[in-house]
């Protein structure tokens, strides 16, 4: 799962080099897509329950599940969302990153995108043998409810291993010490999506796209995340 979650890293870290005004969404797909094959790994959205692309491009009020497409031109002070996945030798890695494009972003949406990110690492803080789900979860919700932010509850992260979503869901809400204990030898996808408006979301007509209901801004980070003796290990880093 290591070496899953280092593709994932080197594929995420080329396409966040792409992130321009100017490149398509579906620039960052080929790109992505002909790294994958170059190092061996097998995509694991293409084809997922007939979704068509290797990677998930979500840009500015788009949540998750965006479509990569040769129309969707970025443009200076967009932030665009990208989530991707790979196998190796059967097992599965999972991450996402929350690009700006270009430096003309407005503050706002750059405090978005910090708080996203600090409550994925808040809630990987927490993860050890013996805590719960709902200590990920709150962790997760209490970093960005401070802030002003609202989580979406409509999607929540899950387990991860031969196959890329598994039990147990992962929630980016909930209650200290409450639900299952996790585990040595777990791996979780802890992914917040966060909006800079209501929770609301709704799936437009590809049966793909998710956009914030209000049209704020979204912001999505993902790490995979294995529960140790000594507390947790990030795969995808």
């Not at 593709?7 to 792409?18: A, I």
């Not at 190092?39 to 694991?44: H, K, N, V, Y």
């Not at 497409?69 to 996402?96: H, W």
């Not at 992260?157 to 196959?163: A, M």
């Amino acid at each position: 799962m290591r070496r899953a979650g280092q593709v994932v890293r080197e594929v995420l870290e080329l396409v966040r080099s792409l992130v321009r005004p100017g490149a398509t969404t579906l620039d960052l797909e080929k790109a992505a897509e002909e790294r994958t094959v170059k190092l061996g790994a097998r995509a694991a959205f293409k084809g997922y329950h007939g979704f068509p692309c290797v990677l998930c491009t979500s840009v500015n009020s788009e949540v998750v599940h965006g479509i990569p497409s040769a129309k969707r031109i970025l443009r200076e002070g967009e932030i665009v969302s990208v989530d991707f996945g790979a196998f190796v030798d059967g097992y599965c890695g999972d991450a996402a990153i929350t690009v700006p494009v270009g430096e003309k972003i407005d503050p706002q949406t750059a405090r978005l995108m910090k708080v996203t990110e600090r409550s994925l690492y808040a809630a990987i803080d927490v993860v050890r043998p013996g805590a719960t789900l709902g200590d990920v979860g709150s962790a997760v919700q209490r970093v960005v409810e401070a802030e002003g932010f609202s989580v979406v509850r409509d999607f929540v992260g899950h387990g991860i291993g031969t196959h890329m979503h598994e039990d147990p869901q992962v929630p980016n809400f909930g209650e200290a010490g409450r639900g299952m204990k996790l585990r040595t030898g777990m791996v979780l996808a802890i992914e917040p999506m966060v909006n800079a408006g209501k929770p609301d979301v709704v799936v437009l007509g590809d049966g793909w796209t998710t956009i914030t209901a209000d049209g704020s801004m979204s912001a999505h980070f993902e790490h995979s995340v294995a529960v140790t003796a000594t507390g947790a290990r990030i795969l995808t880093e």
